[in-house]
């Protein structure tokens, strides 16, 4: 999808605070939506923020990591309490956390299943998501559909995601 992407993290009493804004073509029209993920000390997400528009809708919610699973804006989600990571499908920001939670030495491969949410859903889903460590800034990455061989920035942040977003 064609847009943009500006993230930040930064360490805050208690954890990391990941906050961003993206704006991007959606099927529903253009798109704008500002994020904010709080997480804890092992880089778990405890809460998410996103505020914007997706087409001519406004959006509006707050994802909870509680001790008894994940909510949607009040709405138990049933059937994700063992997840620990929240990933927004709009923005590839989302990956920094699994990879600074589980952190693999080049080599290592790691099954790290996410609570899933993006532009217009109406509720969280599981993703399974797979990573293998080729080197010093390259991982084997599988997602749903989708494989590629992801490229991160010295930041941690995703640098290039083929065939979907490149950092400029």
């Known amino acids: ?6 993230a930040r993290i930064e360490t805050v009493p208690g ?6 804004t993206a704006v991007f073509r959606h099927e529903s029209g253009p798109a704008a939506i500002s994020y904010r ?14 505020r914007g528009f997706v087409g001519a809708e406004m959006l509006e919610h707050e994802i909870l990591r509680g001790p008894d699973g994940w909510t949607l804006d009040g709405v138990a989600q ?9 990933d ?3 923005t590839p920001a989302t990956n920094l956390q699994q990879l600074q939670r589980v952190p693999l030495e ?17 509720r969280l ?6 990573y293998r460590r ?10 749903f559909s989708y494989r590629a061989t992801l490229e991160l920035a010295p930041s941690g942040f995703v640098r290039l995601y083929p065939d979907l977003w490149e950092m400029a």
Do not use: C
Request: hydrophobic letters at 40%; zero cysteines; a negative charge.
């Open 106 to 122: 080049i080599g290592e491969e790691a099954d790290i299943k996410v609570a899933w949410f993006d532009a217009g859903a109406e």
């Open 15 to 20: 954890g990391h605070r990941l906050e961003g």
């Open 134 to 143: 080729l080197d010093a800034n390259r991982y084997d990455y599988r997602g």
């Open 1 to 6: 999808m064609a847009g943009h992407d500006a």
């Open 78 to 86: 049933t059937g994700l309490a063992h997840l620990l990571d929240l």
């Open 37 to 50: 993920l709080d997480l804890a000390p092992d880089w778990s997400t405890r809460r998410g923020l996103l």
């Open 125 to 130: 889903v599981e993703l399974p998501q797979y």
């Open 88 to 90: 927004l499908g709009f």
